[in-house]
């Protein structure tokens, strides 16, 4: 039985402990171990999560029965734009249409706000497989870019979008 809970400050332990596989697990080819580290403390720390949680972001952590198994992150960017910030499922439960799920939620939750249409967007780095998976989702490709994001560091991303009525 899978449900989804809306994330609270005292939800972060969750975030990061699925986070501290999923996130090193998807990047560990990508990234130097050095950006990787950098990465995890960059987003995933429990300041900056708090931080991310007080400033409006949503967090909805899906349960496989008792055990957390994935989350996506939502920031509404303006009235009918937003942005998929986060979305990650651990290694042991990918490839069961959970992502779907996950991606599923972030929709009805902007469509929850009634500010249709609307247009979602994420980032995904251009070497990631994730990319072929929002393609089936509905999204598609809109831009690229290398961002900065401290510390020497870029973020080599495709934005890829998706409109919802």
Known sequence: MFHFKCAQISDIPVIISIADVSFRNTYKDILSPQ???WMMEWMYSEQSLKNQLNEGQKFFILYSDN???GYISIEEQEKTLFHFQKIYLLPSFQ???LGR???EKGVEYIRSLNNLPARVELNV???NKAQEF???MGFEIV????FSIGNGYFMNDYIMGMNID
């Open 35 to 37: 950006q990787l580290e």
């Open 134 to 136: 929002y393609k089936k």
């Open 101 to 103: 799920m996950l991606i």
């Open 67 to 69: 055990i957390a198994c």
């Open 95 to 97: 490839g069961l249409g």
């Open 143 to 146: 831009s690229q870019g290398d």
């Open 125 to 127: 780095n251009r070497n």
